[in-house]
């Protein structure tokens, strides 16, 4: 082979290379095949609203539940002694408040029959002040009938003063209604949510407790699978994303379903993403970005959701899923 060949050679080769890696890059803008997928669902991390030991799991792993069935139940007396305690606490205070009501008419009743008596002793204070000032009567009887007239005053005053007090009781009872309210519903509240149930269909996943352990507030117990909610998240390389938008159709592979593609659509894309995983939180997820050659690919989550699965298979969540984007 001359030089002349071995130049050809070099050029065909070379050709090819490029061609190859030209190919390779723009397949992503007419095909898109994506094998970081996987079937994910939203899955609830059940814990309870109180703390408590716990008295009875209704359930086993990996049971199907319906809305509505219970789950698990913390003993109940503590709760029910609680709300024992609020009402009882809460009908007394609603008792001392109705009796301020009769009190209240008492008063007034006093300070009508002090104002008629009062009345009476002025007209005589007046009328023996009169008499003195003619010199009908001796000092002695006008000093009386001027201590009289001072007694009833004050007797107007007093009465007057303890239907004050009464009223100035009202705010602290009323206050007093108004608490022992809050705490029977907070009683009867924390009661409720000493049975946990199911709020959605689904399976109960990891389930590790059993009657006589003490669930403290908020410690995850189990995860409970909402099967209403089953997905596949792809991470899509940025490279991709022109291709990839709602309503798009899609073709899905599960491994868990070999030898058969399943079609899809795109629900929603994702808008950001943590440049880092340092940097990530709940409100950026991180993605691992992937290395192509030398420069790192980052991807966006996308959700989709089967078409065409049925029913009655089950998806297993977590599981590799693979994403075949067509023009």
Sequence with gaps: MGWLGKINKWIWVTSTVVVLILLYYSSGYFIVYNNDAYVHADIVRVSTGVPGIIDNVHVTDNQFVEAGDPILTLEQEPFIYAVAHAASALDKAQAQYALLDTQADEAAAQINIAESRNALAKLEFKRYKSLLEDGVIAQNDFDERQEQYAISQATLVKAHKVLINIEQQRPVYAA???????????????LALSRIVARHDGFINNLRVYPGDYANTGDALFGFVNTRTDYIIANIKESN???????????????????????????????????????????????????????????????????????????????????????
């Excluded at 022992?180 to 519903?185: G, H, I, K, R, V």
Aim: proline share 9%.
């Design 241 to 327: 994303l022109p291709l990839i938008y709602p309503g798009k159709h899609v073709w899905v592979y599960l491994s868990s379903q070999p030898w058969h593609l399943w079609q899809g659509e795109v629900a929603s894309v994702g808008r950001a993403v943590s440049r880092s995983a340092a940097h990530s939180n709940a409100a950026l997820p991180y993605v691992e970005p992937i290395t192509s050659w030398i420069r790192y690919d980052y991807r966006i989550p996308v959700r989709i959701y089967l078409s065409d699965y049925p029913d009655d298979r089950p998806l297993y969540i977590g599981l590799d899923a693979r994403i075949l984007v067509l023009p």
């Design 176 to 190: 007093d209604i108004k608490l022992w309210q809050s705490q029977l519903a907070e009683a009867e509240y924390d």
